[in-house]
């Protein structure tokens, strides 16, 4: 099914494809930055043959970026309803492919996550977001959380957890605590707050296993439990079953985080962990890329040291700098004025997104909307939060600036597939 052109010139957000269009730019300047040699000819497109190129990221970002405008084309013509209609199907099917990834992928730094065509590596985690956004937000244009049973909760518990499960059993961790963030987006549509504070208590008290002798922790929970009886004493007649089975459902996570830690996650998880928790402990070592990011990102002052000008950039001290650590070639060659900048855009356009998903007409288009702002969201405050050392290590890209194909691709199908919606929003009824 296809939609009529003239009718999306009128209609699609045009304000939300200039930011996006500003991003992925001001992203290539920093790929190019980040693997740019003053040993290079000053026109490498006239100088060197394709293979050549090839080597070169900034070069093949470029061809990511032309078929990017490609698949915007298709996102656009393609009629709207296919998003509410093909959910379920398109879902299934990245189920199917992220089975086969796991089971036949060349394992790539520990991790069976890419499928390999040739010279082009794709990364099916990337695109089970999009999938998933659409399988939850079809699902929830049917009920209404706010009023709903525990049943169909658990349906939506499903549908969100099985991509994520499947990409850890894949080892690839970093991809599958993306998926958190669509919580946000049934927050928005009646979840039990109750259940955010559960989740963040949870997280609290895992912290805290970490950092304070399990003694001194079971020793303060249980002092709590009873002051709390002692106090209450309505809690001590009828909730005194469900008081005591939080207790031991805390004291079993404080107890059993340790088991958690040393034999669930991998190494270099831990590693990760640690260097969070203790920065300085090992600058040299397991600190080296959070040291460096940090060093690159404070060196550029106010205005910056200037475009390809960047001495941590220029001389590879930051590992990954072109994809995981892109935020740092913006500090240090574009300075704090540069890394605002870039800041006021994501910002601007996660609020563009928020206001296209409360215009729309349909639960479908609205929740979408929100699942696509909170996956953004959550990816602009990780990656960046990793190379100020404020979040640990995962490998989580900056939507539209880090590079990879995969990376580009899945964010572009993501927003787009939103502004397709917004586009026909007047012609959908509220379900």
């Known amino acids: 099914m296809l939609s009529s052109p003239a009718r999306y010139n009128r209609s699609i957000d045009w304000v939300t494809v200039f930011i996006y269009t500003s991003l992925v730019g001001l992203g290539w300047l920093c790929i190019y930055a980040a693997s740019y040699s003053s040993d290079a000819p000053a026109n490498p497109l006239a100088a060197l043959r394709f293979d050549q190129l090839m080597v070169f990221n900034w070069f093949k970002q470029l061809l990511w970026m032309g078929t990017a405008v490609v698949l ?9 309803k296919a998003f509410d209609t093909l959910a379920y199907s398109l879902y299934g099917g990245m189920i199917l492919l992220l089975i086969f990834t796991m089971l036949v992928a060349r394992p790539i730094a520990g991790s069976r996550s890419w499928l390999e065509l040739g010279p082009i590596r794709l990364q099916p985690a990337e695109f089970a977001k999009f999938t998933t956004a659409l399988a939850a937000s079809r699902f929830m244009a049917g009920i209404n959380l706010r009023y709903q049973n525990w049943r169909d909760q658990l349906v939506l518990a499903g ?44 997280g609290i008290i895992l912290l805290l296993a970490l950092l304070v002798p399990k003694f001194w922790l079971v020793g303060a929970f249980t002092l709590l439990l009873i002051i709390v009886l002692l106090l209450n004493r309505r809690v001590l007649r009828h909730h005194l079953v469900l008081a005591t089975s939080v207790w031991v459902i805390v004291i079993g996570m404080v107890v059993g985080v340790d088991f958690f830690y040393n034999e669930v996650l991998q190494p270099h998880q831990r590693q990760r962990i640690e260097i969070l928790l203790n920065p300085s402990s090992d600058p040299l070592g ?13 060196s550029g002052g106010l205005l910056g040291k200037g475009f390809l000008q960047g001495t941590q950039t220029k001389f590879d001290f ?31 356009l996660l609020w563009r997104i928020l206001y296209v998903a409360e215009r729309q007409k349909s639960v479908f288009g609205r929740t979408y909307g929100y699942c696509v702002a909170s996956i953004l969201f959550f990816h602009i405050t990780i990656n960046m939060g990793m190379t100020m050392g ?21 964010f572009t199908i993501l927003l787009f597939s939103l502004l397709a919606i917004d586009a026909y929003r007047k012609q959908d009824l509220v379900r």
């Open 286 to 298: 397991k600190g080296w890329n959070v040291t460096q990011s940090k060093i690159a990102l404070g």
């Open 72 to 80: 915007i084309v298709v996102l656009l013509v393609v009629d709207h």
């Open 318 to 348: 930051v590992p990954e700098q072109s994809t995981d650590f892109i935020f740092c070639t913006v500090g240090e060659e574009f300075g704090w004025a540069g890394s605002l900048t870039v800041i006021g855009l994501y910002l601007t």
């Open 390 to 410: 404020l979040a640990p290590v995962v490998g989580i890209p900056l939507p539209f600036f880090s590079y990879g194909g995969s990376s580009l691709w899945s």
């Open 159 to 202: 549908i969100t957890l099985l991509p994520p499960l499947l990409i850890v059993a894949s080892n690839e961790s970093g991809q599958a605590l993306v998926f958190a963030a669509l919580l946000l987006a049934y927050f928005r549509e009646g979840m039990s707050p109750l259940i955010l504070l559960l989740l963040a208590a949870a």
